[in-house]
């Protein structure tokens, strides 16, 4: 079963911010927050990652809420090279990692 | 370092043939991984590797076999080849230290189409 519910696509304008929600109501104390990425038919791209403080680094940030049961991945000022689609993966150590289908994010000129 | 590396980028295969999908990486990784993407869905993990000599099965492991004689190789290989496992194959490693990140780097992708 799903950890994780994500919208299937999302639009965002050149130059704002795109917020990507996802849903993870069933996770665990110690389950963290992953984000990766997948341009076109490239591998999945590494993001970002965290267990309940909000984290930033070059390219995202992320929110997670104070209860844990959901999170936003925020690119700041999305461009072009940003399309792609964004999976959101709950983890703790000795599971596997589940793709889900994830978002697909058009950011449109 | 070139990280994650695999070859054949593509690959046709008629049903009953049989290849391996070779994947190489040079972070001294200890975790590898193999994963099957298919059209418009999210990866599903094949198997996956501990360390040299250790192997187990992930979620779709049928029809697949593994082997990891080395930390930098991790070659999967498709005895009888079947339209069903025309996909998209991804290999995969990280550094596992059992903390609290596992960080996946992927490599690029073999294409593979069974006719």
């Known amino acids: 079963d799903a950890k994780t519910t994500q919208p299937p696509s999302m639009d965002c304008a050149e130059g704002r911010a795109a917020n990507l929600p996802c849903n993870h109501s069933t996770i665990s104390g110690n389950e963290y927050v992953y984000w990766y990425r997948q341009i076109h038919s490239q591998g999945p791209q590494y993001i970002i990652h965290?267990?309940?403080n909000n984290e930033t680094n070059e390219m995202a940030s992320l929110i997670i809420t104070e209860d844990r049961k959901s999170s936003t991945l925020i690119l700041p000022h999305a461009t072009l090279r940003d399309t792609a689609v964004y999976y959101c993966?709950?983890?703790?150590?000795?599971?596997?990692?589940?793709f889900g289908p994830g978002t697909r994010l058009s950011v449109l000129p | 370092n070139a990280g994650v590396t695999q070859t054949p980028k593509f690959r046709i295969l008629k049903i009953g043939q049989s290849m391996t999908l070779q994947c190489t990486q040079d972070m001294n990784h200890n975790y590898m991984y193999w994963y099957r993407q298919d059209p418009g869905m999210g990866l599903k993990l094949i198997y996956y590797?501990?360390?040299?000599?250790?192997?187990d099965k992930g979620e779709v492991p049928n029809g697949y076999n593994v082997s990891r004689s080395t930390t930098e190789d991790f070659p999967l290989r498709l005895e009888l080849a079947a339209p069903s496992q025309t996909s998209v194959y991804f290999c995969?490693?990280?550094?596992?230290?059992?903390?609290?990140?596992?960080?996946?780097?992927f490599g690029p992708g073999t294409r593979l189409t069974v006719l």
């Open positions: 995969a490693s990280s550094y596992s230290g059992g903390a609290n990140t596992d960080t996946q780097y």
């Open positions: 965290g267990l309940k």
């Open positions: 993966i709950v983890w703790n150590y000795g599971q596997n990692f589940v």
């Open positions: 590797s501990v360390g040299a000599g250790i192997t």
